[in-house]
């Protein structure tokens, strides 16, 4: 079964508004996670690392501030997309790491803002 | 820079052949290898990992062969089936809370 879960898995939303999106890890606990953006017929982009207790680390050119990551607890990890408009529609993935370097995907979330 | 390198682009095979994916690094500090086989519309679900402390390891049809001194990594899949068709990803990472680093992937299409 699934060890890391995301949700929604599908959300539309208007452009303008907010949107937030889970990812858990459902029988560990994850210091981090990772958040990547995947556009059709393409690879994953990592957006940010997601540090337990702290600060993102987000890769370059991705907009802090549009792009909003809280990792509250062990096993939550938030990203909220910020002032949505239609470009930010993707498929959002989330990652944890399970001991040592097993890294799980969620199954997704899918935005599509209009 | 491309850390990770994955060939082909894309593979049709008949069903009952051996697909193989191949994928090159250059960061020797990568000690992590693993490979992700995502559906359309799914996230990526681990398949089959290796550290390059061993040349080949085995998991059900799935089949990992490893290469340090070339730093080349590669995946075999025996007797392929129609469900395998999916995209398949290789990846690397190094010690510590480091993200994977992906190839583009590769589309494989496995035809009755």
Known sequence: GAVVSQHPSRVICKSGTSVKIECRSLDFQATTMFWYRQFPKQSLMLMATSNEGSKATYEQGVEKD????NHASLTLSTLTVTSAHPEDSSFYICSARRGGNTIYFGEGSWLTVV | QQQVKQSPQSLIVQKGGIPIINCAYENTAFDYFPWYQQFPGKGPALLIAIRPDVSEKKEGRFTISF?????????????????????????????????????KGTRLSVIA
């Open chain 2, 67 to 103: 290469n340090k001194s070339a730093k080349q990594f590669s995946l075999h899949i025996m007797d392929s089936q129609p469900g395998d068709s999916a995209t398949y990803f290789c990846a690397a990472s190094m010690a510590g809370n480091t993200p994977l680093v992906f190839g």
């Open chain 1, 66 to 69: 549009k792009f909003l990551i």
